[in-house]
């Protein structure tokens, strides 16, 4: 089973003018990861803006992802569909195209009581052998799981390795490790409030599952390890204050919107999101674009910018 461990980065969906998806541009990106330590990609996640995407756009990535990115870095994809017979077809599919592991939430819109919750989940887990990531996420889906269901799913369908946690409540954290018995490895998203991460990292989860490091993927890798006897904290809150203000920048509105904008004022060409989503403008893609100069991430990451060129010559 793989289990990332460190930075965990949802990235977007790349976009031609045309809405088509520009898998040079993916391709690019999957690659800058790879050679900044990000240690795992979620593909098609929010941030993939995967309801937004047809079901023939979503086969059509998990194929081309998954031969390009063997053996530089483990892909998982959002595979969750709006009901649990369509969610074990795509999650099948993935399988067979050799993907590393898949991410669940559930349906949105539906929000089913929890013994639903938990049957929707072991179904979907047990259609396959892969990695299964559970991700709770509240304020998009309307339903907490408890630490409980998720140790029961694990119980159920030891596949169900990971769980993502996206609550503001790091007992939360605490409680998934303890009722598991450890058996489930916790990340935490760098949102809500930003507040998890410490929490996350000291208790023993295995690191973080957000955004931030799509604009920043090294300097997230370095404090998305879990705390140990090595851990230089004075150094770790150094890091983590630095990069603080991204973090927040990246949470003013819904995922992908401002990673996007990100990306595109670095040079990464991931082109718009799509509608009903709007494109960042005016007075806060100012407030970014100096944000971005203060940290000097286009000097950093100038040389991985400068190979676009390489990859769209793939086609």
């Known amino acids: 089973m793989i289990e990332p461990r460190g930075s965990w980065v949802a990235i977007p969906t790349p976009f031609d003018a045309d809405g ?13 990861h790879a050679e900044n330590a990000s240690c795992a990609l979620l593909v098609m996640g929010s941030c993939g803006e995967a309801t937004l995407l047809t079901s023939e756009e979503r086969r059509a990535i998990i194929r081309r992802i998954t031969r390009f990115a063997r053996g530089r870095i483990a892909v998982f994809f959002g595979t969750t569909c709006a009901s649990t017979r369509d969610t074990v077809s795509l999650t099948r599919y993935a399988e067979g195209e050799g993907a590393d592991g898949v991410v669940l939430t559930v349906p949105p819109y539906v929000t089913p009581p929890a013994d639903a919750v938990a049957e929707h989940f072991i179904t979907v887990a047990k259609s396959v052998a892969l990695p299964v990531a559970l991700y709770n996420n509240p304020s998009r889906v309307g339903v907490t799981l408890a630490p409980e269901t998720i140790a029961s799913i694990n119980q159920e369908t030891p596949n169900v390795t990971i769980d993502k946690e996206a609550v503001a409540d790091a007992s939360q954290i ?19 409030k930003y507040g998890l991460i410490p929490p996350t990292l000291a208790l023993g989860g295995s690191g973080i599952a957000g955004v931030t490091g799509n604009m ?3 300097e997230m890798a370095e404090i998305a390890q879990p705390f140990g006897a090595g851990t230089n904290v004075e150094e770790w809150r150094r890091k983590y204050f630095a990069i603080l203000p991204l973090m927040k920048a990246m949470y003013w509105f819904t995922n992908p919107v401002v990673v996007k904008a990100g990306l595109n004022l670095m040079g990464f060409e991931v082109g718009s999101v799509r509608q009903p989503l709007a494109d960042l403008r005016g007075a806060k893609l100012e407030q970014l674009k100096t944000l971005i100069a203060e940290l000097g991430l286009r000097e950093r990451y100038a040389r991985y910018i400068q190979r676009r060129d390489a990859f769209a010559a793939r086609g």
Do not use: T
């Open 174 to 192: 605490a409680d998934v490790l303890v009722a598991s018995a450890r058996r489930v490895r916790v990340y935490c998203c760098d949102y809500p």
């Open 20 to 32: 088509s998806i520009r898998f040079d541009v993916f391709e690019h990106l999957i690659a800058f």
């Open 216 to 218: 920043a993927p090294a």
